[in-house]
């Protein structure tokens, strides 16, 4: 199971913090991914890291304002937004793939993750 927290309201230029628990079947996993689903679009990528070797991607429309990073021990995933802009508000939804030599192809594809979390939302407005 993935425990996603952290979603909430925040002011224009603000900061939030979200983390995704992994646990269970989703422990064995060997990266993990952020996605966002904005009001009236599809789901896409954010963000996407691995256990080990901590290789990320970011979507270009995060890079220089969001942060991953995580924690193996913990199996915990957080994903650090400042600067946020009202064209972040969507729901926040983590994500899990088992070991896979794809990644490099496939790690923006939400057909490469096995497992989702619930989803959080984040709400970006004055």
């Known amino acids: 199971q993935l425990q996603a927290s952290g979603g909430g309201l925040v002011q224009p230029g603000g900061s939030l913090r979200l983390s995704c628990a992994a646990s269970g079947r989703t422990f064995s996993s060997a990266s993990m991914a952020w996605f966002r689903q904005r009001p009236g679009k599809e789901r896409e990528f954010v963000v996407s890291v691995t256990w080990t070797g901590n290789i990320t991607y970011y979507a270009d429309s995060v890079k220089g304002r969001f942060t991953i990073s995580s924690d193996n021990a913990k199996k915990t995933v957080y994903l650090q937004m400042n600067s946020l802009k009202p064209e972040d508000t969507a729901v926040y939804y983590c994500?899990?793939?088992?070991?896979?030599?794809?990644?490099?192809?496939?790690?923006?594809?939400?057909?490469?993750?096995?497992?989702w979390g619930q989803g959080t939302l984040v709400t970006v407005s004055s």
């Open positions: 994500a899990a793939a088992r070991p896979k030599t794809t990644y490099y192809r496939l790690y923006a594809s939400m057909g490469f993750y096995d497992y």
